[in-house]
């Protein structure tokens, strides 16, 4: 395996983009998810299946593997824990910027591993697909830590990215702003 070789900026440019995407597409996918559920939105999704299952499949499969690439530990690739490793060998961060990053890979490595179960059993291994719901039963896994995760995630990289350059580098998301805009307008 190849060893990345990027400098700071650039990996902690690459893990925004990848956070963007995750958090867009979680936020996406749950608001459709949600409306997907309520009777009076069945019959009018019913209308345009093709485009809102195709949707939400994209967006379940973008958010898990975006949130299995943030925290996978390959040296090849650019994540959060070769981040870490990186900050703490050229001492560019504080001991209580490190701690709180370890704390987060601590709290992430147990949501990585059901995350895993996500993009395993529902999305590279289609020879036993099961209901979602299923998928999420068996990793054990609720919305309420992916979206903790991806919140604590962006909270303690602009935390990071302010050390560091005196600076905050994640926009606010307006996916779901615009989710529910599209929403409204079908009458969904």
């Not at 597409?25 to 998810?33: A, E, G, P, Q, R």
């Not at 690439?69 to 001991?95: A, S, W």
């Not at 490190?98 to 995350?115: C, P, V, Y």
Request: with cysteine; glycine share 2%.
């Amino acid at each position: 395996m190849l060893e990345i070789k990027m400098n700071t900026k650039d990996q902690i440019e690459e893990i925004f983009h990848t956070l963007i995407e995750v958090e867009d597409s979680f936020k996406i996918w749950n608001k459709l998810k949600e409306h997907q559920s309520r009777q009076c939105s069945v019959n009018k999704m019913k209308k345009y299946s093709d485009f809102f299952l195709t949707t939400i499949q994209a967006h379940f499969t973008l958010y898990v593997i975006g949130l299995y690439r943030l925290f996978e530990t390959r040296n090849d690739t650019v994540n959060i824990p070769k981040l870490k490793e990186f900050l703490e060998k050229g001492n560019k961060l504080e001991n209580n910027k490190i701690q709180e990053l370890n704390d987060l890979l601590s709290t992430a490595k147990n949501i990585w591993i059901k995350i895993s179960i996500l993009r395993n059993e529902a999305i590279g291994h289609s020879a036993k697909k099961f209901p979602i719901t299923e998928v999420f039963q068996k990793a054990k896994i609720t919305h309420l830590e992916i979206e903790n995760l991806i919140d604590n995630t962006i909270k303690l990289m602009n935390k990071i990215t302010y050390s560091l350059y005196n600076e905050s580098s994640f926009l606010l998301s307006k996916a779901e702003i615009h989710t529910d805009k599209l929403i409204k307008e079908l009458k969904l």
